[in-house]
């Protein structure tokens, strides 16, 4: 047992760098397929429209516990490959952000009322240019405050990793409570750290919501 000094606080900072990148590599990868899976959903081709509402369920309906698990734990069982830690939960986090935020964006797809579309195609647009230069700047209006609030459910759902060894905030607070037997202390530090990164999202969240309100 040691008490708690100034490379404790630079572990903390250390492990906030990978909970940043986590979330980086999350919205990086996971939101391209968020947009596809958006846009397929609103396809009018129905066979379309129903895979991606099964891969969007699917998602939705295993926990991100099971998905970390399965990932670091169950390809080697499988598939017989040894999968990094890192390369584990960066999989599973893109494919928790793809299946969230393309039901956030799906339903701003659909708020956009149809006669928008009917206006682009008057105008001879086609589809890609109606979405590009219509639909997605309204869609964007419409699912930019839970896209916001649903980061903030992301930079709290990191501190799952901790559980396949990744070493991010919530394991940092863990390896420093058991090496200073200081446990109020340590994730204390942690939960002020999360609360410093989540409020102002929040506070953002709802501001976007009164600016930006769809009703107007």
């Known amino acids: 047992m040691r008490s708690f000094g100034y490379i404790d606080l630079l572990s903390f900072v250390h492990a906030l760098q990978w ?4 979330v980086i590599v999350a919205l990086a990868f996971g939101g ?22 099964g891969l969007i369920q699917l998602i939705q309906g295993v926990p991100l516990l ?11 069982v499988f598939l017989g490959i040894e999968v990094p830690a890192l390369v584990a939960v960066g999989i599973a986090y893109t494919l928790y952000t793809a299946g969230f935020l393309g039901d956030i964006w799906r339903g701003g797809i659909e708020a956009v009322k149809p006669a928008q579309w009917e206006a682009g195609a008057c105008l001879g647009l ?21 896209t916001v609030g649903f980061l903030v459910q992301l930079i709290k759902g990191t501190s799952l990793a901790s559980l396949v060894g990744f070493v991010e905030l919530a394991r940092a607070g863990q390896v420093v409570s058991a090496a200073t037997f200081q446990p109020l202390l340590a994730y ?3 939960a002020a750290i999360y609360f410093a990164l989540c409020l102002p999202l929040t506070l953002w969240s709802r501001t976007l919501e009164a600016r930006l309100n769809g009703a107007r």
Do not use: D
């Not at 086609?126 to 997605?136: A, E, K, V, Y």
């Open 66 to 76: 099971g998905l970390l698990f399965f990932f670091y734990f169950g390809m080697p």
């Open 188 to 190: 204390g530090i942690v």
């Open 19 to 22: 909970t940043v990148l986590l």
């Open 32 to 53: 391209p397929l968020a947009l596809l899976l958006a846009t397929t959903r609103t396809s009018r081709l129905a066979p379309l429209r129903w895979l991606a509402a």
């Open 126 to 146: 086609t589809s890609w240019q109606q979405f590009r230069h219509i639909i997605g700047p309204q869609a964007l209006r419409l699912s930019l405050p839970p």
